[in-house]
């Protein structure tokens, strides 16, 4: 790609874009066990499993609401894994499950759900929205 800055390359319309990230290496991501679960809800307080979703919900002050969602969607995004988010007023909700094991939830979910719970304390947001 002649003329492509490193890092980039030429979009459809001859624009440079970002190139996307490389991916983690591949594990083996597998269903937890209920055992599993009940396990990781030790450590992520506010949040439960809803049907086949691990969700929860934060009360956050409205003007922190833009800023703690756009980290959390940075968190997503460097996971390559993305939670089902409601944003009502200043509650914000997630729910998160491995879409490609059937809707399961994985180490996948309970990591993002450590993140997401990480990133809220940072912005003040409480568990129980």
């Given at each position: 790609m002649a003329g492509a800055a490193p890092g980039r390359r030429d979009g459809p319309y001859g624009a440079a874009r970002p190139s996307r990230p490389e991916r983690r290496e591949n594990t083996v991501v597998k269903p937890l066990?209920?055992?599993?679960?009940?396990?990781?809800?030790?450590?992520?307080?506010?949040?439960?499993?809803?049907?086949?979703?691990?969700t929860a919900a934060y009360t956050v002050d409205r003007d922190k609401v833009p800023p703690f969602y756009t980290a959390v969607?940075?968190?997503?995004?460097?996971?390559?894994?993305?939670?089902?988010?409601?944003?009502?007023?200043?509650?914000?909700a997630f729910a998160v499950n491995t879409h490609s094991l059937g809707g399961a939830i994985t180490s996948k979910d309970t990591a993002l759900?450590?993140?997401?719970?990480?990133?809220?304390?940072?912005?003040?947001?409480v568990p129980g929205g």
């Open positions: 066990t209920d055992d599993e679960i009940a396990e990781a809800l030790h450590d992520l307080p506010g949040w439960r499993v809803v049907g086949d979703e691990l969607a940075a968190a997503e995004d460097e996971a390559d894994h993305h939670a089902r988010v409601t944003v009502l007023y200043g509650t914000v759900a450590r993140r997401i719970t990480d990133l809220a304390a940072e912005y003040g947001a």
